[in-house]
């Protein structure tokens, strides 16, 4: 099956990243999202990030024209997706939200489209279960910033078929990504892995086993990780993290997965992070300042 049109649901942080690296890649990109103010953000992030990238030497002007020429932004769903070979989806984590805009997408969408959805943890299968087309149905799982992580996560969901895998293959190479195939399961296979480790490196901060920039300092130079867990935890959120710790437990029906109590308590607090000013560090001042615990 040959993909040549794509719909992106959203114009967000990663739904911006996915349409840019899509048009980079010669795919024709019409971009949803429920409020013009959010298209011309996203349309604005793009040309930002690509006037990057003529500035690094890395792209021409007429490269830049050609990709920002394949992407219009859409307000109706409909338009969006109406034909459309491959929607991909980036709207926020709510599941409600999600079911709902899948049950109209499959309504509106050509009957071979491909439906693939960036979810960061809710269950695939849960979602294809909605439309009339699981077979068709996959996890395209971006990092964040999309155009320059090089990595798709495919999540396969109960009805899935490899024809559909392959598909998504094909196209995540062709957007520069290297992919990986997981069966569905809580956190895929980099969050299950991610967010035991940073909430790990809090139970310690917790028990007084180091300062929060010896932690960051010992995992960014011990392990060569390009930052340190806390900084990395202020980076994602700490209301993200415990919203997923809560969702691992509940899934997986195991405390390993449990939250530290300092992460709940911060979260409480409103220390969610660099969002919110204040966190592992504190943001208010030019340069970031460890907290003490
Ligand atoms: N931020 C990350 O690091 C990251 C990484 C991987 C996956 N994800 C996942 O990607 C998805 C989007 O996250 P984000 O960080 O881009 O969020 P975001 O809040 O930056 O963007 C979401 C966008 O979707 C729009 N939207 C809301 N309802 C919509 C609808 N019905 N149709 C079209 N657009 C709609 C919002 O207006 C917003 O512009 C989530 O499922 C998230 O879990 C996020």
Not at 238 to 248: M, N, P, Q, R
Request: glycine share 8%.
């Amino acid at each position: 099956m040959d993909i040549r049109k794509i719909a992106v649901l959203g114009a967000g942080q990663m739904g911006n990243g996915i349409a840019q690296v899509c048009a980079q890649a010669g795919y024709e990109v019409k971009m949803r999202d429920i409020d013009q103010k959010f298209i011309d953000k996203g349309l604005a992030t793009i040309k930002k990030n690509l006037e990057r990238g003529l500035k690094k030497g890395r792209i021409t002007q007429e490269e830049i024209d050609a990709s920002l020429g394949r992407i219009k932004g859409v307000l109706d769903l409909k338009e969006a997706v109406e034909d459309a070979d491959l929607v991909i989806e980036a709207i926020p984590e709510i599941v409600k939200l999600k079911l709902d805009t899948w049950k109209a997408v499959d309504e509106a969408a050509p009957e071979h489209a491909i439906l693939a959805s960036n979810t960061s943890s809710i269950s695939i299968t849960q979602m294809a279960a909605v439309t009339k087309r699981p077979e068709k149905f996959i996890g395209m799982h971006f990092f964040n910033p999309v155009p320059v992580m090089g990595l798709v996560e495919i999540i396969k969901g109960q009805a899935t078929t490899d024809e559909t895998v392959k598909v998504i293959e094909r196209v995540s190479h062709k957007v520069g990504k290297k992919t990986v195939l997981v069966n569905e399961a809580p956190g895929f296979a980099v969050n299950r892995l991610l967010v035991p480790a940073i909430n790990e490196a809090i139970f310690a901060i917790q028990e007084g086993v180091a300062t929060v920039e010896d932690m960051d300092t010992a995992i960014h130079l011990g392990l060569n990780w390009p930052m340190g867990p806390l900084t990395l935890a202020d980076f994602v959120g700490l209301d993200t993290l415990l919203y997923i710790s809560d969702y691992f437990v509940e899934e997986f029906k195991d405390s390993k997965y449990r939250a530290p109590a300092l992460l709940r308590k911060m979260v409480r607090a409103g220390w969610v992070g660099r969002k919110s000013g204040m966190g592992f560090y504190d943001y208010s001042g030019e340069k970031p300042v460890p907290n003490r615990f």
